[in-house]
């Protein structure tokens, strides 16, 4: 396997990127498969990486028209947060976070992500109502979170 480590990378890049050996090929479609994924964005991908990962399902197929991630995951914000509102989805997207703290790891591909933090800025008392509302669910569901004033 291939280690995509930035020492690795200029040693590879100084020498033409002759050696490389081709992380993909190109398919050709089976007969049947097990599961189709339409779209080949974050959820597309992430599905079949999980099926493979942890049920074993290797025969899939993901359909894209475009280009790997070249749809939402590609103009999104780039924030990935857990600061929600409601319980659920503060629970879900911790999880997610977590997640993503090992993606780079287990791929073995710098999936550039680093944690920044995030900051909200109230323009208005209802917006700082609004944002000591998150806050407090965000520490209620153990996220986290801090309410800053002047």
Do not use: C
């Amino acid at each position: 396997m291939q280690f995509y480590s930035l020492p690795n990378l200029i040693r590879r890049g100084l020498r033409g990127h002759r050696d490389w050996t081709p992380a993909w090929r190109k398919a050709e479609p089976r007969p049947a498969y097990d599961v189709i994924i339409v779209g080949a964005g974050g959820h597309g991908l992430a599905t079949a990486y999980y099926l493979a990962k942890l049920h074993g399902v290797t025969n899939v197929a993901v359909l894209e028209r475009g280009w790997l991630g070249g749809g939402n995951i590609g103009r999104n914000t780039a924030i990935v947060r857990s600061n929600y509102l409601w319980d659920a989805s503060a629970h879900i997207y911790e999880f997610s976070l977590k997640l993503w703290e090992s993606l780079s790891q287990e791929l073995n591909y710098n999936v550039m992500f680093s944690q920044r933090g995030l900051l909200n800025i109230a323009h208005s008392e209802q917006e700082m109502r609004d944002l000591a509302r998150r806050v407090g669910a965000n520490q209620l569901n153990g996220i986290d979170a801090e309410l800053l004033s002047t």
